[in-house]
């Protein structure tokens, strides 16, 4: 097998244990806090939201940080640095007496992270440029796997074993992707051409990187893709409540509500990925952002529960062609060597929106109701084809005319 494909191979799973480690947490955070000791319920939502975004607050400082060392001392360094680093502190989390701990924990654990842009970097520079496409949406697929799985799994282990164990669960699942990583992913990187380099602070790179107007571009698209799709989330269990309309199995509807997106987007990533290499990334873009729009739609307009899996599992499919999409694009014209920093920027850009949209989304619904923030995420879904078309394809087109 070719060594770009091991590569890939082995980060799938890297990613499936990543993110499924990460997201396991999730279905039950607010009762861990009750176990400690926590009962009011004003209290329980604020810790709850705090302990929550602060993951992806020191994330967005930290990533363009790792991103230049990456570019200086190799991705599968850092992609050994994050993985290891975040299985001691999920571990640490398990001992957690009081929800500063946690909170602190968390912070921390944003902090060290970086194993998903250590590992698309790394794919990314690795893999021959006509099977990019192909490569970022094998990579999505599994990340989305472990999102999938994660929070099933966390939901019914917690209500076996109970809460702490699953922080070492957790922890030992990044410590097996981490030590797959080490033993089996090969980068080719050279370290004496990149410590002549000279050195670049982050706002320089960013700076560096700002000249070539398509890349801003990207990390707002990212932006705007996440703070979309992400602000009707926390709101999603109620949507289902009203439309459901009865106690029994609710919390089971809400999961496969929340989940069933997950499903079609990991299968569609991958095939998305390789008609970008065929077509181009930049036209799969634009289709997949007008599909994720008009899959919004129906969401505002369901009258059951069935018509909502459905509209979210076509939302799902276009969700699939998004973000690899974009990681396909930035290597194109992002200059080799700066692959980890570009990369760091992106994340950090998906990592504000992770955390601005729900926060946006809740405001929002309290007005307009999450009926009339589906529409408003189809708006600003639109409006991204609008800046895609404008800062993208009349720069390739020209860029095209100029070549011939």
């Keep these: 097998m070719e060594r770009w494909r091991i590569n890939l191979l082995v980060l799938w799973f890297g990613q499936f244990f990543v993110m499924g480690g990460m997201t396991m947490i ?34 967005f400082i930290f990533q363009p940080i790792w991103g230049g060392l990456a570019d200086r001392y190799g991705r599968k360094m850092m992609l050994l640095r994050s993985g290891f680093g975040m299985a001691i502190v999920m571990v640490l989390m398990g001992f957690a007496q009081d929800a500063w701990h946690l909170l602190l924990l968390r912070m921390l654990n944003g902090t060290i992270s ?27 697929s599994g990340g989305m ?65 700002g000249k070539i107007p398509q890349l801003p571009a990207l990390f707002c698209v990212t932006f ?13 269990p109620l949507y289902v409540q009203e439309l459901y309309g009865r106690p029994e199995m609710l919390a089971f509807m809400a999961g496969l509500v929340g989940s069933v997106n997950g499903f079609s987007n990991m299968i569609s990533s991958p095939i998305l990925g390789r008609w970008g290499d065929r077509l181009g990334s930049e036209k799969i873009l634009g289709v997949c952002l007008i599909g994720s729009a008009i899959a919004c739609i129906p969401q505002a307009l369901v009258t059951n529960v069935w018509q909502l899996l459905i509209s979210r599992f076509f939302l799902g499919i276009f969700m699939g062609g998004l973000l690899p999409s974009v990681n396909a694009i930035i290597r194109q014209y992002t200059p080799d060597g700066m692959e980890s920093r570009a990369y760091s920027f992106n ?27 589906f529409i408003v995420s189809a708006v600003l879904l639109l409006l991204n084809v609008l ?12 860029a095209d005319k100029d070549a011939g």
């Excluded at 800046?387 to 020209?398: D, E, I, P, Q």
Aim: aromatic share 10%.
């Design 26 to 59: 999730i279905p039950f955070l607010p009762l861990y806090l009750q176990e400690m000791g926590m009962s009011d319920p004003s209290h329980l939502s604020l810790w709850a939201g705090m302990i929550f975004a602060a993951n992806f607050v020191t994330s």
């Design 145 to 209: 796997a472990g999102t999938i799985l994660g929070p099933l799994l966390g939901g019914l282990l917690a209500s076996t074993m109970g809460y702490r164990p699953i922080f070492y669960l957790t922890g030992v699942m990044l410590f097996i992707a981490s030590l797959l990583a080490a033993f089996l992913v090969k980068e080719d990187f050279n370290k004496e051409e990149a410590k002549v380099q000279p050195k670049v602070s982050v706002f320089a790179g960013l700076r560096q990187l």
């Design 114 to 140: 970086g194993f998903v842009p250590a590992a698309i970097s790394l794919v990314s520079a690795n893999t021959p440029k006509e099977r990019i496409g192909f490569a970022m949406g094998m990579v999505q």
């Design 347 to 373: 994340t950090s850009t998906l990592s504000l929106g992770n955390l601005i949209g729900p926060i946006t989304g809740g405001i929002l619904t309290a007005t307009i109701t999450i009926r009339g923030l």
């Design 224 to 236: 705007l893709i996440q703070f979309a799709l992400l602000g009707p989330m926390p709101q999603m």
């Design 387 to 398: 800046w895609v078309k404008k800062t993208l394809f009349r720069k390739t087109t020209s």
